[in-house]
């Protein structure tokens, strides 16, 4: 779980170095959606920050069950390979290194 935590701290840098960290949150409902992704209302970088990051870190801090066997990162190659002025290399890497860290369904209980 220390891994986990570690790669999320290594995605919010990342967001930050890119310039996708926004100190403002989006409104109530645009983080109600319940879209996958909150494709509805959010940029891919927003959910990583206001949900996905949030959500695991509250579950890591609670010492909760972590999700398993969610894949992040096609989503974001498909989000990203549109947006060609970003150098999200690295960003990539992170969220995929967090999807093998949650693995399979049933790893972390």
């Known amino acids: 779980m220390a891994q986990i935590a570690t ?18 949150p989006p409104s109530a ?3 109600a959606s319940t879209a996958p992704f909150a494709v509805d209302t959010l940029s891919l970088p927003q ?5 996905y990051i949030q959500r695991l870190r509250a579950l890591l801090e609670a010492d909760k069950v972590l999700p398993s066997g969610a894949l992040v ?3 974001a190659d498909q989000y990203f390979a549109q947006q060609h002025h970003l150098p999200a290399h690295q960003l990539l890497h992170i969220i995929d290194c967090i999807d093998e860290a949650l693995g399979k369904p049933g790893q972390h209980q």
């Open 7 to 24: 790669l999320l701290d290594d995605l919010e840098t990342e967001l930050r170095r890119l310039n996708l960290w926004s100190d403002v």
């Open 29 to 31: 409902e645009a983080l």
């Open 47 to 51: 959910w990583l920050q206001w949900i």
């Open 73 to 75: 990162k096609p989503y």
